[in-house]
Nanobody
Framework: QVQLVESGGGLVQAGGSLRLSCAAS????????MGWFRQAPGKEREFVAT????????YYADSVKGRFTISRDNAKNTLYLQMNSLKPEDTAVYYC????????????????WGQGTQVTVSS
């Protein structure tokens, strides 16, 4: 089992920045690819970004490319999402997830999920 806890969400004005964190406990963190996802009201959960176990390979949704950066610190068992140039359409609950396969994560499939953190971007 892997337990995931997101933090760092909040209310920010358009153009602002936030950094989300996802703290992992349980099984060995660096055995897993990790991902960030989001779900806006009335919409399906969507893929935002993934990172492989070493942190050397990342992949982003087109909607966030160039604005968001995913990273991980395996020594701290923590995943991050740096979000810059935020837009109102980025408003959603953000989730982190873990899986052995990063391609599965891009299909919004994961073995373990956090409970989510709310990000609200005002215009």
């Amino acid at each position: 089992q892997v337990q995931l806890v997101e933090s760092g969400g909040g209310l920010v004005q358009a153009g602002g920045s936030l950094r989300l964190s996802c703290a992992a406990s349980g099984r060995t963190f660096n055995n897993y690819a990790m991902g960030w996802f989001r779900q806006a009201p009335g919409k399906e959960r969507e893929f935002v970004a993934t990172i492989n176990w070493s942190g050397l390979s990342t992949y982003y949704a087109d909607s966030v490319k160039g604005r968001f950066t995913i990273s991980r610190d395996n020594a701290k068992n923590t995943l991050y999402l740096q979000m810059n140039s935020l837009k109102p359409e980025d408003t959603a609950v953000y989730y982190c997830a873990a899986d052995h396969n990063s391609i599965r994560l891009r299909s919004v499939v994961g073995d373990y999920w956090g409970q989510g953190t709310q990000v609200t971007v005002s215009s």
